[in-house]
């Protein structure tokens, strides 16, 4: 698949302000900060398509691009946002987990770790909660743009270890800003899209 259109199309503060057609969606999840917007930057290959910040907490709202008017990528506000009050980050937490349960159009979660750093519990949390709802997920270690080669075959062999368990087999090293990881990341979108 060939990337023709990528268009924004709203953000959705409530579950019932998600588009409502039958197109399919794929979402972007993992910690505040780990990369999400920047991966789909590269992915919809636009510089600030996505808006992007050093500073954790940038996306608040989940955020839907169409894609060649045939599927939504869509952005979603990180976890684990220490710096927000406990009620705001309840109800991120409440709107991602009603999101990711109740839309059947949902096709493939991408889960973003740092590639750099062990998984956080927050990780393992919500890998087992995806487990648990029957998504298919692959994972992708951003920033490997900071690792050397060696480095980044051990973590690498430390993540296909740690997510064994989950049955997922599926993980790849990413940079946004060597675009290194972009093809296997449209590879797998092209797999659940056609
Ligand atoms: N070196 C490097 N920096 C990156 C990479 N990806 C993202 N960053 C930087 O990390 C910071 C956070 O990136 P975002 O894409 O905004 O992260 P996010 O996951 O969308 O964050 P929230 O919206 O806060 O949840 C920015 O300063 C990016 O420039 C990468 O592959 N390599
Ligand atoms: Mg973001």
């Known amino acids: 698949m060939k990337l023709l259109s990528a ?11 998600v588009p409502q057609d039958n197109k399919p969606h794929i979402a972007i999840v993992g910690r505040s ?16 398509l996505a808006l ?18 045939l599927f ?16 705001e980050q309840q109800h991120w937490q409440s709107l991602i987990e009603s999101y990711l349960k109740s839309i059947p159009q949902l096709k493939l979660i991408i889960l973003l ?5 062990p998984m956080s519990p927050l990780d393992y949390e919500m890998l087992e909660w ?4 029957n998504h298919r997920v692959i994972v992708i270690g951003t920033k490997a ?12 062999t430390y993540y296909k270890k740690a997510l064994s368990p989950f049955q997922i087999t599926e993980i790849y090293s990413f940079s946004s800003i060597t675009r290194k990881g972009k093809n296997e990341v449209w590879q797998a ?6």
Do not use: C, W
Not at 33 to 48: D, E, T
Not at 189 to 194: K, L, P, Q, T, Y
């Open 7 to 17: 268009e924004f199309i709203k953000s959705a503060a409530l579950l019932n302000q």
């Open 33 to 48: 900060n780990v990369g999400k917007s920047s991966l789909l930057n590269v992915i919809m290959n636009r510089k600030r």
């Open 52 to 69: 992007t910040s050093s500073r954790p907490g940038k996306t608040r709202l989940i955020n839907f691009f169409l894609i060649n008017d």
């Open 72 to 87: 939504y990528l869509v952005d979603l506000p990180g976890y684990g946002f220490s710096k927000a009050s406990k009620k």
């Open 113 to 117: 770790i740092d590639i750099r750093h």
């Open 130 to 133: 995806l487990a648990f709802f």
């Open 145 to 156: 743009d900071k690792l050397s080669s060696n480095q980044l075959v051990k973590q690498i």
């Open 189 to 194: 979108i092209s797999s659940v899209i056609s």
